[in-house]
């Protein structure tokens, strides 16, 4: 039976019947979802658990049972978000999604990032622990789930195949790319010239910059939960970023998420 739709507030534990663990969905801001919540209300109906100020969703979206929720921006706000998808919800795995700067060279406005690694560029506690390396831990790099990672990108490389010369031209941007590889994450929005060559400089890698994801992909290693960080590039994280940022968060991000969240998680119900 559907889901009743009603709100419930600051509920320890969500009482709502899934048939398995669900999958948590996070993306900072509401755009980066797209429709996904609408989706899951005429799928199953939605129960909405109100949980340290954060509003989680919980029912049944494109075959696959489901958590979803805003983490907010930044890394301490990610990083609660999840802790909470984690202990309070039991999900099985976390994926993040939404826009960041482009800072690989390769990279373009309206490619597709997926994580293979993350890192919080802004981390320096040198010269007690290396830089970038997260103190007590050991860990300065994050790897995401390989085989949640694979099936992002393969539902990434569906939707530029199948959809990818339509948004080209609807928006006016290049027929994206998808790339793997680093995502960088900080408590800063990069939005200057010299800021991308100093991220270049210090991780050469790097192919995209955001604030939140290598916070979850921490949280995420800390409690063996799986998790992955895909990201469509809105700004080259330059002098024009905010502008960039802004239009492409209006205007496109939500058609992306769409459409590659829709073919992981119909994909993800037949596997």
Same mark, same amino acid.
Do not use: W
């Given at each position: 039976?559907?889901?009743?739709?009603?709100?419930?507030?600051?509920?320890?534990?969500?009482?709502?019947? @899934?048939? *398995?663990?669900?999958? #948590?969905?996070?993306?900072?801001?509401?755009?980066?979802?797209?429709? &996904?919540?609408?989706?899951?209300?005429?799928?199953?109906?939605?129960?909405?658990?109100? *949980?340290?100020?954060?509003?989680?969703?919980?029912?049944?979206?494109?075959?696959?049972?489901?958590?979803?929720?805003?983490?907010?921006? #930044?890394?301490?706000?990610?990083?609660?978000?999840?802790?909470?998808?984690?202990?309070?919800?039991?999900?099985?795995?976390?994926?993040?999604?939404? !826009?960041?700067?482009?800072?690989?060279?390769?990279?373009?406005? /309206?490619?597709? !990032?997926?994580?293979?690694?993350?890192?919080?560029?802004?981390?320096?506690?040198?010269? &007690?622990?290396?830089?970038?390396?997260?103190?007590? @831990? #050991? !860990?300065?790099?994050? =790897?995401?789930?390989?085989? &949640?990672?694979?099936?992002?990108? =393969?539902?990434?490389?569906?939707?530029?195949? +199948? $959809? /990818?010369?339509?948004?080209?031209?609807?928006?006016?941007?290049? $027929?994206?790319?998808?790339?793997?590889?680093?995502?960088?994450?900080?408590?800063?929005?990069?939005?200057?010239?010299?800021?991308?060559?100093?991220?270049?400089?210090?991780?050469?890698?790097? @192919?995209?910059?955001?604030?939140?994801?290598?916070?979850?992909?921490?949280?995420?290693?800390?409690?063996?939960?799986?998790?992955?960080?895909?990201?469509?590039?809105?700004?080259?994280?330059?002098?024009?970023?905010?502008?960039?940022?802004?239009?492409?968060?209006? $205007?496109? =991000? #939500?058609?992306?998420?769409?459409?590659?969240?829709?073919?992981?998680? +119909?994909?993800?119900?037949?596997?």
């Amino acid at each position: 039976m559907p889901v009743a739709d009603v709100p419930v507030t600051d509920m320890p534990v969500p009482d709502v019947p @899934l048939p *398995h663990r669900p999958l #948590g969905i996070l993306a900072a801001l509401p755009q980066e979802l797209g429709d &996904l919540i609408e989706a899951m209300r005429a799928e199953s109906g939605v129960r909405t658990v109100t *949980h340290g100020q954060r509003d989680y969703h919980l029912g049944t979206v494109h075959g696959a049972p489901c958590v979803v929720t805003l983490a907010r921006i #930044g890394k301490v706000a990610a990083a609660a978000t999840v802790s909470a998808l984690i202990h309070v919800f039991d999900v099985q795995a976390v994926i993040f999604t939404g !826009v960041a700067g482009g800072v690989g060279a390769q990279v373009r406005v /309206g490619d597709i !990032v997926v994580a293979n690694e993350l890192v919080q560029h802004d981390l320096d506690a040198s010269p &007690l622990f290396p830089r970038f390396e997260v103190p007590l @831990l #050991g !860990v300065s790099r994050f =790897a995401a789930n390989a085989a &949640l990672a694979n099936a992002l990108a =393969a539902a990434c490389e569906r939707f530029v195949t +199948e $959809e /990818g010369a339509v948004v080209a031209a609807r928006f006016g941007t290049r $027929e994206p790319r998808v790339h793997r590889g680093l995502i960088v994450s900080g408590d800063r929005f990069v939005a200057s010239a010299a800021a991308v060559i100093a991220l270049r400089d210090a991780l050469p890698d790097a @192919l995209a910059v955001e604030m939140e994801g290598a916070a979850i992909a921490q949280v995420c290693y800390e409690y063996g939960v799986p998790c992955a960080v895909v990201r469509t590039i809105s700004d080259t994280a330059d002098d024009h970023a905010p502008a960039s940022f802004v239009s492409f968060l209006t $205007e496109i =991000a #939500g058609a992306y998420s769409n459409a590659i969240l829709k073919r992981f998680l +119909e994909a993800k119900r037949v596997s």
